[in-house]
């Protein structure tokens, strides 16, 4: 494109943004007779235009629209579209170029691979930047993205001073360098990247610190490596390691040799490629040098190929690609016109009319219908909407000391593929920048939150800026960044990182763990103990010591103590429904029994002193009509205690998970408390009523002192099973049957011991005081 006239230097603040006027005196010029320009007027009908290949810019395909859509003219364009509002100009629109809406999911998709929640953005104050703005980040922020900054370029003003426009510039330039997040999004169009490489110069200009902090760029597909001639030898280490999105291409055979023809002496009516000549090789085609401010003149044997890659690249970029596009999409649409006009003359037989002109107004609609494959096998449509059907590569931009720029594809993002392969990216071969020494960068507003902490708002921050606080006791978070604690299941307990739930384990009292093995010997010893016992009883049953205070009661106590011995085994062991249900009724009937035969054998002590009085009525309870009445009472009472709660609330396994915090306790679930303690109750009832009886005869005069032994015995019985509560009350899991057993055991022993032990020391080691005589000599000394 030619200007009719160039812009004077009073409108250079317009040079950075192609003004309205420029580009519409640009399209008038080519709907006009070419060197002869007169608006809406076309003197000839050769070299007519069909369609326009636009450019990268937005806002100068929306002015072309203006003009074009007049003429029904299409127009191919190859960056982002522009927001057109008018659906007679939206029309004409064809773009080399995907849904744009494609590209920032893309872009989301890449966010959140690498978790950089905590980003900033910079845009051009555009149409299409504000619809990103308005538009997409709220999407970005519903996926868990969140924003340090979003901030818009600051407009080039050329007319004010350097300094005065410059300071936008530093404050945005400071705003980002002690930004702490590592990425940015770039939102912008092609020209963005002469500002960008401008970014590392403000320092320099402005006097103030270089900040070191260095930012991955994240880079919009409309985007393009570019330059002006004065930042030809800048630094372009700013770009190394950015990631950018740009249209599908591939490399087109014969590109490179292409180029390596080009001669602008060689080109004629070729007016573009002398600019680009001079300013890629600042050289001059005048014949004075002093001009142009130069010093070299073009020869035109100069080679692209010397030129570095930040003047200009031998590779096809992503723009080429798409106007190469473009090009062949016109092509193809002519021939559809063409093979149109070819049948319709065929078919009406009038082979001399003009139909080219009439279908030429209708071009738009061929060219929406265009579906080709181009050179290199790729196949080329439009969707309904008139985007390129096709995805975007991911590009990871790689500089040299040399200020060559090499572009590596690391991955592509295509809503058109099979869902697994929608989105791919090799994350190892990504180049980052160098501040982060080649590791992924972090961009988090703090570090995660580890394993057994919960998110906790920050008052005043954006919800991805929090505090990390440690789970509460009992609840674990088993993923990094967690947004809460959770409790454990029943049958788990947290680790103690709390990071984790750890399966309990399923705990009771059995026979193969120390304390179990202990508590089993124990009581098969003195179950054999009180067996060997009543053998000797047995075999000196005609001896004054065993016949004296009821040698039944003796046998029926020791059988009582020898199956209290042998309770605790129901205790032991994985509890069944058989033991739960004769455990605590078992040992409560037999012990009852046991203590019923104590206080029968204190009464008959007492009674039988009572007895010796004149006239007096207890004679008639002395011997054995007591016992018989005494302890089958005692043993029914206790019997129907149990029976009522076997019918009611029998006792039955249950796992308890609460009592520990570590197991899961196997036990046996008394199914009513108020009928366990009644049994026990009526237990401690007769230990009260044997230890009152026999405290209050103690000094009679018994043959063998038996009312004190049993005084001591039933005093160490209280004492053990009035330790036994508070002791069971506090303990938890297999310990509290622990406790029952040695309780159990304890005072078994107790009375077996203070009861039998003296007999049984007389019979065997003093028999000499087993006899008529020495007992009626007792009773005479006493």
């Known amino acids: 494109m030619t200007f009719y006239q160039h812009p004077s230097h009073n409108l250079l ?175 912008g169009e092609i020209h963005t990247m002469v500002v960008l490489r401008m970014f590392p110069r403000i320092p320099e200009l402005e006097d103030i610190p270089r900040n070191t902090n260095g930012k991955l760029w994240m880079m919009t597909a409309q985007m393009e490596f570019t330059s002006i001639p004065l930042q030809r030898f800048w630094d372009i280490d700013i770009l190394h390691g950015s990631l950018a999105f740009a249209t599908q291409s591939k490399e087109l055979v014969g590109f490179h040799n292409f180029l390596h023809m080009r001669n602008p002496y060689e080109e004629i009516g070729d007016g573009f490629i002398k600019d680009f000549w001079k300013q890629v090789f600042d050289c001059s085609f005048s014949s004075s040098l002093e001009e142009d401010n130069v010093w070299n003149r073009c020869t035109g044997k100069e080679n692209l190929e010397a030129l570095p890659r930040s003047i200009f690249e031998m590779s096809i970029s992503s723009h080429s690609y798409s106007v190469y596009n473009a090009a062949y999409a016109v092509a193809y649409a002519l021939q559809s016109i063409r093979s149109s006009i070819l049948k319709h003359r065929i078919m009406s037989g009038e082979e001399h009319k003009n139909l080219l002109n009439p279908l030429l107004w209708q071009f738009h609609r061929y060219l929406q219908k265009v579906s080709f494959n181009n050179s290199v096998g790729e196949m080329i449509s439009f969707d309904q909407n008139g985007n390129l059907e096709a995805g975007f590569d991911i590009i990871n931009w790689i500089t040299f000391p040399n200020l060559s720029v090499h572009r590596v594809k690391v991955g592509k993002f295509d809503l058109r593929a099979p869902t697994d392969e929608v989105f791919s990216i090799s994350v190892d071969a990504i180049r980052w920048p160098k501040t982060f020494n080649q590791t992924q960068p972090l961009s988090l507003c703090n570090e995660p939150c580890h394993k057994g902490h919960s998110k906790s708002k920050k008052e005043g921050k954006p919800f991805c800026c929090y505090n990390c606080l440690p789970c509460p006791k009992g609840k674990v978070s088993n993923q990094m960044d967690k947004d809460f604690c959770y409790q454990c299941p029943e049958d788990h307990y947290p680790s103690k990182a709390q990071d984790q739930c750890i399966p309990k384990e399923i705990s009771f009292l059995s026979f193969q763990e120390p304390l179990g093995i202990t508590l089993t010997i124990v009581a098969l010893l003195f179950s054999s103990i009180t067996v060997l016992v009543l053998a000797v009883f047995i075999q000196h049953k005609g001896t004054p010591i065993v016949k004296a205070n009821n040698r039944g009661l003796s046998y029926t106590l020791l059988v009582s103590l020898l199956l209290s011995f042998l309770c605790p085994l ?70 129907t205690l149990c029976i009522v709660w076997l019918m009611s609330s029998p006792p039955f396994p249950d796992l308890d998970m609460h009592s520990l915090p570590t197991e899961m306790v196997l036990e046996c679930n008394e199914g009513s408390d108020a009928m366990f303690y009644c049994m026990l109750g009526f237990i401690g009832l007769l230990a009260k009523i044997s230890f009152t009886v026999a405290f209050l005869g103690r000094k009679l005069p018994d043959t063998f002192n038996e009312a004190k032994f049993i005084t001591l015995s039933m005093l160490l019985f209280c004492s053990v099973w009035i330790s036994f509560v508070p002791a069971y009350q506090s303990t938890k899991g297999k310990y509290m049957v622990a406790v029952e057993i040695f309780t159990i055991l304890a005072s078994s022993a107790g009375l077996l011991i203070l009861i039998f032990s003296p007999k049984v020391y007389i019979i065997l080691i003093r028999p000499e005081l087993n006899n008529r005589q020495q007992l009626i000599r007792k009773i005479r000394i006493n």
């Open 13 to 187: 603040d317009e040079i950075g943004h192609f003004v309205a006027s420029w580009t519409y005196l640009a399209s008038l010029e080519l709907l006009s007779t070419w060197s002869n320009f007169i608006p809406n007027y076309k003197c000839d009908n050769k070299d007519n235009v069909v369609a326009v290949i636009g450019g990268p810019d937005s806002d100068v395909s929306f002015f072309m629209a203006t003009i074009l859509s007049n003429y029904k003219l299409p127009q191919l364009g190859y960056g982002s579209s522009p927001v057109i509002n008018d659906p007679s100009q939206e029309v004409f629109f064809q773009w080399m170029f995907p849904n744009i809406n494609q590209q920032y999911v893309g872009m989301l998709q890449l966010l959140l691979l690498f978790t950089w929640t905590w980003i900033g953005v910079i845009f051009i104050e555009d149409d299409n930047g504000l619809r990103f703005v308005q538009k997409e980040l709220p999407k970005f922020s519903q996926a868990g993205i969140c924003f340090d900054f979003i901030e818009p370029l600051p407009p080039l003003y050329f007319k004010t001073g350097i300094h005065e426009m410059l300071e936008p510039w530093v404050k945005l330039y400071f705003l980002i360098s002690d930004s702490k997040v590592s990425v940015v999004v770039l939102h």
């Open 570 to 639: 129901l205790f032991i062991g994985r509890p069944q429904r058989a033991t739960c249900l004769l455990r605590q009724t078992a040992f409560g009937i037999i012990f009852s029994l046991a203590v019923s035969c104590v206080v029968a054998k204190t009464l008959t002590v007492v009674l039988a002193f009572m007895a010796t009085r004149p006239s007096s009525q207890m004679r008639s309870w002395v011997g054995k009509r007591l016992a018989l009445f005494m302890v089958p009472s005692c043993f029914l009472v206790q019997t």
